[in-house]
């Protein structure tokens, strides 16, 4: 299991019995896709009784990101291993947005775009036309909070669906638009 406890990630785990075991290698991701190891729990070894194990990810809030996966990476004294299935934990909804609100949806001349961020730190905003091709690109700079970012002069964009993706930190954000 995984819970937030004062800004800190506790992970539980327990074993009903080990054998050849070697260590927990405890990894974790902010899309869940890539992961990262952020830590080592050495197991018992050999053990015929339950074993209670255990992990904190200190100062999770400072990761930027709503939502933060875990998973074990169990591994044998001989380097065979396995993964245990992926957990995650939301940070408090009171203290941070879902990411992103882009509006208004449809839009004919000025997208705004509202995202929360949990520190100073630039954002790089594309606009992407259906086939992939980058229309508009700019940089922005970020204040911890909710930061305003306005897409202005669409007015001679062809009608149709485009994407707007908004890279801040290590949070990758992607939403539908469509152009009057």
């Not at 992990?55 to 875990?70: A, M, P, Q, R």
Request: glycine share 6%; hydrophobic share 40%; charged share 20%.
């Amino acid at each position: 299991t995984v819970s937030l406890t004062n800004g800190n990630s506790l992970l539980e785990w327990n074993t009903a019995s080990e054998y050849n075991s070697h260590f927990f290698e405890i990894e974790r991701s902010l899309d869940g896709v890539v992961f990262e190891t952020i830590g080592l729990v050495d197991a018992a070894g050999f053990s015929t009784l339950a074993k209670n194990y255990f992990y904190t990810d200190h100062n999770v809030s400072e990761l930027g990101s709503i939502k933060i996966f875990y998973r074990l990476r169990m591994v044998d004294l001989d380097n065979t291993f396995s993964y245990s299935a992926v957990r995650w934990v939301e940070l408090d909804e009171s203290n941070y947005s879902d990411g992103i609100t882009i509006f208004p949806n449809p839009v004919s001349d000025e997208l705004s775009i509202t995202l929360y961020s949990t520190a100073d730190q630039s954002a790089s905003v594309q606009l992407i036309d259906i086939s992939g091709r980058v229309i508009r690109k700019t940089e922005n700079e970020l204040v911890k909070g909710i930061n305003f970012m306005p897409v202005q002069h669409l007015e001679d964009l062809a009608s149709g669906v485009y994407f707007v993706q908004v890279i801040s930190g290590r949070n990758f954000y992607t939403a539908k638009v469509v152009k009057e």
